[in-house]
């Protein structure tokens, strides 16, 4: 064999594992565990009860949501608290009260 050969059987098997890897992180990382974003909903549930000025709770909102509360609530959401109740059968977090929405006052 030659060198060309040699590095043509190398990166052939070196695409193998980058497939098999890609295959393998698609496959555990696409498992549908969709559960009912307690975490999320528990701050957007607050967020709406925290005055009764629907200005004042936007305002609370957009903090919330450059600190990055939101954020944060839903991607512990998505890769913590619903695979838990995924493969554990119970959330940790508690379902939220109500949303109450103030409406166009």
């Known amino acids: 064999m030659g060198a060309s050969t040699t590095f ?3 990166r052939e098997t070196n695409m193998k ?3 098999t890897a890609i295959a393998m992180v698609a496959a555990l990382g696409t498992t549908s565990c969709v559960g009912p974003y307690n975490a999320f909903n528990s701050v957007a549930s607050w967020n709406s009860r925290v005055s009764d000025s629907k200005f004042l709770n ?3 909102y957009i903090g919330l949501y450059i600190i990055p509360v939101y954020g944060i609530a839903s991607l512990g ?3 913590i608290f619903n695979s838990i109740e995924f493969w554990g059968g ?3 977090i508690s379902k939220p ?3 109450t929405s103030q409406g166009t006052k």
């Open 8 to 10: 043509l059987v190398q």
């Open 77 to 79: 959401d998505a890769l």
């Open 58 to 60: 936007e305002l609370v």
């Open 90 to 92: 119970e959330n940790p």
């Open 97 to 99: 009260e109500e949303f």
């Open 17 to 19: 594992k980058t497939l």
